[in-house]
């Protein structure tokens, strides 16, 4: 089988969205087919990629010269677009394209045109959705002619399929949940022991440095309040993006500098060897890596009820669940976790246990199993 990947993700060098399409493609390749892939040119080193090239893939880098803006801007304004754009001469039969979030491709006519009009099979992967994304008529248009056209819509939760649906008035018969890929780890995080004499509770938040659609702002915000200053916890932030410097001033400014930590990504196995509890105050999600991640471990979560976070977290079962991404939502769920210190380590455990159950294969191979149905 030959099958084509374009990963139409802009914003940003790497994140969890590639990721599910790279172990898919692994697969396909330790099994003998044909991968080639379109992703952005970036000028920097990327293992995944080297090690997609090494098993024997084909990666087009599109890059943006002067030459290639002026012919993109010409595309861009006829609508014109076509697989040798991508892939040269290799024909696929089929290519999947992967999306940051839904809609992404409506924001340019180039993407749309070349899915409507393209005779050669497609399918999605659809990572994030914006529970209050903002469309017009003419985008809401594009999607629905081009999700619709697609051999499938591959969501990474139940609830993004709603939201999308919702948002388009129309019920998808080609839309599919999968897995976004987690490894199960050889060791646990250790909570036994865990009460209130500890020295120190490490909360950890894992993820791009987003406010808009993390949420860390309101997490530093609840953490300033008048309660939670008299309370020994430290909060470690793991991750990159462009709200890094607003985030450490918004920590001096709310008088906590001293008991929150920034670091730069790590392995998670260093991130749940120090951390007790995950605190995700998101806005909006596709199913989290950093979620499943910290589940595998053992460790229960604080997470909002956005995306396919609440179909992996139960509340007061395997974690706590906040209705909604708001100041007093997120300090009642908080509230209610630190009286459940005693709690924790018998919920990570279940949480360890869900994740067990819902990945008897790789997530890569899970979707290739998919792609080869269609």
Not at 64 to 71: E, H, I, P, T, Y
Not at 149 to 171: D, T
Not at 268 to 274: G, L, N
Not at 291 to 315: C, F, H, K, R
Request: aromatic content about 12%.
């Amino acid at each position: 089988m030959k099958i084509g990947i374009i990963s139409i993700m802009e914003g940003y060098s790497w994140g969890g969205s590639e990721e599910l399409w790279v172990e898919m493609a692994l697969v396909a390749l330790a099994n003998g087919h044909q991968i080639e892939a379109s992703v952005k040119h970036w000028g920097t080193p990327n293992s995944k990629l080297d090690l997609l090239k090494k098993m024997g893939a084909v990666i087009h880098f599109r890059k943006k010269s002067v030459l290639q803006r002026a012919r993109n801007k010409i595309a861009y304004n006829l609508g014109i677009s076509s697989y040798s754009s991508f892939f040269d001469s290799y024909v696929p039969d089929l290519t999947l394209i992967s999306e940051g979030s839904a809609f992404e491709f409506t924001k340019n006519l180039y993407w749309t045109n070349f899915a409507l009009d393209t005779s050669f099979p497609y399918c999605f992967i659809i990572q994030n959705v914006f529970e209050s994304e903002s469309l017009n008529n003419e985008r809401r248009k594009r999607a629905l002619s081009v999700y619709k056209k697609a051999k499938a819509l591959y969501f990474v939760s139940q609830r993004n399929i709603e939201v999308v649906q919702r948002q388009l008035a129309y019920e998808f018969s080609n839309a599919i949940v999968v897995n976004n890929p987690v490894s199960i780890p050889k060791f646990k995080s250790s909570l036994a022991g865990l009460s209130e004499n500890d020295t120190t509770i490490n909360f950890a938040s894992v993820g791009r440095l987003d406010c808009h659609s993390k949420g860390q702002d309101i997490l530093l915000q609840v953490l300033s309040m008048p309660a939670w200053k008299t309370r020994n916890w430290h909060l470690n932030i793991y991750g990159i993006g462009q709200d890094y410097d607003h985030l450490v001033k918004l920590a001096t400014f709310y008088q906590v500098n001293d008991k929150v930590s920034f670091h730069k990504y790590i392995p998670a196995t260093k991130i749940w060897q120090t951390n007790h509890l995950l605190i995700m105050p998101s806005y909006n999600e596709g199913t989290s890596l950093a979620l499943l991640e910290a589940m595998s471990y053992g460790i229960p979560a604080v997470i909002t009820n956005v995306g396919g976070q609440a179909e992996w977290i139960e509340d007061e079962v395997n974690g706590f669940v906040v209705a909604a991404p708001t100041i007093n939502l997120l300090d009642q769920a908080l509230e209610k976790c630190w009286l459940m210190k005693s709690e924790w380590q018998e919920m990570g455990i279940r949480a360890s246990e869900k994740i067990i159950k819902h990945y008897p294969r790789s997530a890569g191979e899970m979707l290739f199993e998919k792609i080869q149905q269609l």
